[in-house]
């Protein structure tokens, strides 16, 4: 069933309650999630780290690679997950949090196989009030905005200093089929290094620059997802970064 997020409220949802369990079914099909600039370090131990550039609005999002082919998400044996970390992004499931009029409200898939109203935890106490568990869960929620927030802000920084560079990886099968995958992007090391000192000293006092070098050395998790394919059909056997020159154009600025 489709997802369908509506928002959240007492009169509506008093006697819905949501199963809490380490399942994420949902997921199989992801092979990218968002990722939050807060959640950069923990993740760049697990999977890759890349910019994506969204076609409609020209936005850049920074994005966990969970596999290398739409609809495969490596990281998911069954419906358990397989790594360390999850991205915040996976684990809000099934709340969001989204602009409601002048604000950013809660909002739930009404379609989630973990909302009803027999089992789980209860979203509101007798009286109306947010329960416990989904004030932790507003909590986590609110988390997750601010950290998207400075995530922009973040961008932003990376695309005036010129720091991105087009990439494509050149995937291997083991039935000797290959493919290009394109459309990410990747912090140029180089130029990172050659910024001038203020430059530095700036994006440290943000507190970007272990973003940066953390994005940076995600990219040897790539090998994890070749380790995660050994378990599909056509495992991969090779991977290999390269410039992609057909996007080579300097990124414009925000």
Known sequence: ?????????????????????????????????????????????????????????ERYHSVAMLGMDQGQNLFLQGDKWNGPAVPMNILRYPFDIRPDGDKLGVYIDENSDQVGTEEGQALFKEDGSPSEFLEN???????????????????????????????QIRVTYKDAQQRNVTGMFSINEKRLIELPEEKVIELH????????????????QLNRLVELSNSTDNPIVNMQIVADSAHAQPAEKA
């Not at 509506?12 to 950069?40: C, G, M, W």
């Not at 986590?140 to 990376?158: H, P």
Request: hydrophobic residues 50%.
């Open 1 to 57: 069933m489709a997802i369908n997020y509506i928002p959240l409220n007492k009169e509506n949802h008093k006697d819905l309650k949501v199963a809490v369990n380490n399942a994420f079914a949902f997921a199989k099909n992801t092979h990218l999630s968002a990722a939050s600039i807060r959640e950069y370090a923990q993740l760049a131990a697990s999977m890759p780290l890349v910019f994506i550039q969204d076609p409609k609005t």
């Open 137 to 167: 869960r507003q909590k986590f929620l609110g988390d997750l905005a601010n950290s998207e927030m400075l995530t922009q802000r973040f961008i932003k920084a990376v695309i005036d200093l010129e720091l991105l560079d087009a990439i």
């Open 205 to 220: 006092k943000q507190g970007f620059l272990g973003a940066l070098y953390a994005m940076m050395l995600s990219m040897g």
